[in-house]
Nanobody, 130 residues
Framework: QVRIVESGGGLVQPGGSPRLSCVVS????????IVWFRQAPGKEREGVSC????????DYADSVKGRFAISRDNTKNTVYLQVNSLKPEDTNVYYC???????????????????????WGKGILVTVSS
């Protein structure tokens, strides 16, 4: 059984830089890309970032490019999302997902299930507020 657990969220002041973690069990993680999504109440889910199975390729949504950094440690079955210079509009539930074997790209953001992202965590809330 695949289990995905996100952590590292909470209340963060504007400009803060927490690191979100995603631990995956029950899956050979080094065979799959990892994608982070986020969703605010009343808004559509948004693809944020992707990292390839080996970690040598990454992708970012325009809204976070230059502020977020994704990385992975396959020896720990863990993926990280360093979120920097947070703004109030970054307040979202952040979700980690995996299961896709395709290269990173916006196709994951627009059609996650079509491209194999079948395993999702429950999400972690990040609230940016002073």
């Amino acid at each position: 059984q695949v289990r995905i657990v996100e952590s590292g969220g909470g209340l963060v002041q504007p400009g803060g830089s927490p690191r979100l973690s995603c631990v995956v069990s029950g899956l050979a993680l080094d065979a799959y890309a990892i994608v982070w999504f986020r969703q605010a109440p009343g808004k559509e889910r948004e693809g944020v970032s992707c990292i390839s199975s080996t970690g040598d390729s990454t992708d970012y949504a325009d809204s976070v490019k230059g502020r977020f950094a994704i990385s992975r440690d396959n020896t720990k079955n863990t993926v990280y999302l360093q979120v920097n210079s947070l703004k109030p509009e970054d307040t979202n539930v952040y979700y980690c997902t995996t299961g896709g074997r395709y290269p990173c790209g916006s196709h994951y953001y627009t059609s996650p299930h079509y491209y194999g992202l079948d395993y999702w965590g429950k999400g972690i809330l990040v609230t940016v507020s002073s």
